[in-house]
């Protein structure tokens, strides 16, 4: 089958008009690479005639021209196996049965313009889905494209709403959002629902409100009522606004700045409160207070939102020092001052002097101390621990945890005014007690190093190994507690500390072996 007379545009648009698949429909030899794209195709198709270019050609047309021989209209794109089976059995693949062929061909290509071949992959999934019932891959978007659909639904029959629908705490939620002024009437029943709404319009709070509280007059929701709906939520609208915080210390006078709390306002006939958060949304910071300046106190309430540290390593906690820094320094006297800004102006200010004594805020220092303890910890060992926010410690674990700490710190030192009795220790005998008189200097002060296994301590469910622990007594007499003189070698010995001159209790860890 003669192609030479073809020119490589004709040829080009051939392939693109047929998608570079053989024209043949019986054909099940691939010209294209599975999982081709539209930039890359690997291709074993022809461009063949139909009528011979020459005679003696299959299917010679000597009526034709020379340029119809050439155009267009007398290829067909077929495989190479193809277009030799095809010129051997003239009688059979007639220049009818061809352009019939050709005709398909072309309207298929035109369908699937665009559209990438299946790859084998695909093939795979579609095999699975077809014996299982179930599809092979997740399709992440399926359940946030029905809920876009079914917003757009319910938009359209009302085009003054912005409507978003999505999935929370094991319901479907509904928002509508109005774009413009929508004025209707509702009725709420029941004195729970009144006092929910009081608060809605008085001080500025959202109304959730059990549906069988709640009737609408004269007013259908966009799309009709949800079917059996839980709750009907009236969200207030709020102001943007910031909270600037910053401590000063009483006694001398250093300011502390703190980062901006970022949030809204919500004002009421007779209150306002505000709702923000600082620090990626671990510190937050809210309250209620009146409109109008009656003398009222109001109550700022601060909480750290310890989740987002959950499975965190604990030398890495973000924001934690500025966390630590802000709660110490209330602790320890310092007063927390605030001001509201709405576009820049400010619209109050306040301070307080006594959140160190609130329960919740004692509550909070507790835990940053704790965390503290524990990130030293971690560092001096070089042990990784993970932090656990639902995670309870016994007294007894959290004294361990304490001293631990205050021992890597080098802090730990018990001095002779310290001390509450005098210390006992047990010590077995290397040699005869007479012997061990002497060289045990009994009756004179002296020092002792005593050594102990380390301990493990369980750290947010986590057991953490300590390296073996070593004791100085400093400048202490020994009281033998047993006949020391009839004490055979090997045996144990009670011995009371009795403090002398200078005595103290120092202790550290073995951390470099």
Excluded at 179 to 197: M, P, Q, S
Excluded at 486 to 505: D, T, W, Y
């Amino acid at each position: 089958m003669a192609r030479d007379n073809f020119k490589k545009g004709d040829i080009t648009k051939l392939s693109q008009r047929v998608a570079l698949r053989c024209s043949n429909p019986d054909c099940r030899v691939p010209t294209a690479a599975p999982g081709e794209t539209e930039l890359g195709v690997n291709s074993i198709g022809v461009a063949a005639h139909i009528h011979a270019a020459s005679p003696g050609g299959p299917r010679y047309d000597p009526s034709m021209t020379s340029f119809e021989r050439g155009s267009i209209s007398n290829a067909i794109w077929l495989c190479s196996n193809c277009s030799i089976i095809i010129d051997r059995d003239e009688a059979r693949y007639t220049a009818k049965l061809l352009k019939e062929w050709k005709v398909k061909a072309e309207k298929t290509a035109i369908r699937e313009q665009g559209t990438k071949l299946p790859s084998q992959e695909d093939a795979i999934n579609l095999t699975t889905m077809a014996l299982t019932g179930h599809p092979q891959k997740l399709l992440t978007k399926a359940i946030s494209n029905v809920h876009t659909a079914t917003a757009r639904a319910i938009e359209s029959s009302d085009p003054r709403f912005e409507v978003i629908t999505h999935f929370k705490d094991g319901q479907t939620v509904y928002e509508y959002h109005a774009k413009e002024d929508v004025t209707f009437n509702f009725e709420v029943k029941g004195e729970e629902g009144v006092e929910i709404l009081r608060k809605m319009f008085e001080e500025g709070h959202d109304a959730k409100l059990p549906a069988k509280y709640f009737d609408t007059k004269g007013f259908n929701f966009p799309g009709g009522s949800p079917d059996k709906p839980e709750y009907v939520e009236i969200r207030k609208d709020g102001i943007e606004a910031i909270h600037r915080i910053w401590l000063i210390d009483p006694e001398s006078k250093v300011t502390e700045q703190f980062n901006d709390v970022h949030g809204k306002a919500y004002f009421g006939t007779k209150a306002m409160r505000f709702e923000g958060a600082a620090c990626s949304g671990l510190f937050a910071f809210s309250y209620t207070r009146p409109v109008l300046n009656t003398g009222e106190n109001s109550s700022f309430n601060i909480s750290i939102n310890f989740a987002l540290w959950e499975g965190k390593d604990v030398r890495k906690l973000p924001y934690f020092n500025k966390m630590k820094s802000f709660f110490d320094s209330i602790f320890h006297g310092a007063e927390l001052h605030t001001s509201l800004e709405i576009d820049g102006d400010t619209a109050f200010k306040a301070n307080t002097e006594k959140m160190s004594k609130e329960p919740e805020f004692s509550n909070v220092d507790s835990i940053l101390v704790f965390i503290d303890k524990v990130r030293l910890i971690s560092e001096k060992l070089n042990h990784k621990i993970l932090y656990k926010q639902n995670c309870f410690h016994p007294e007894e674990e959290v004294l361990e945890i304490y001293d631990a700490a205050s021992i890597l710190s080098g802090v730990l030192v018990s001095h002779e005014e310290s001390l509450k009795s005098n210390s006992k220790i047990s010590l077995i005998l290397d040699c005869e007690g007479p012997e061990a008189i002497d060289k045990m200097k009994i009756g004179s002060s002296t020092d002792l190093r005593i050594e102990e296994e380390g301990r493990v301590l369980n750290i947010f469910d986590e057991e953490v190994s300590l390296p073996n622990k070593i004791t100085y007594i400093k400048s202490v007499y020994l009281n033998s507690l047993d006949d020391l003189k009839k004490a055979k070698k090997g045996s144990e010995v009670s011995f009371e500390c009795l403090p002398a001159k200078g005595h103290k209790i120092e202790y550290e860890y073995k951390l470099n072996e």
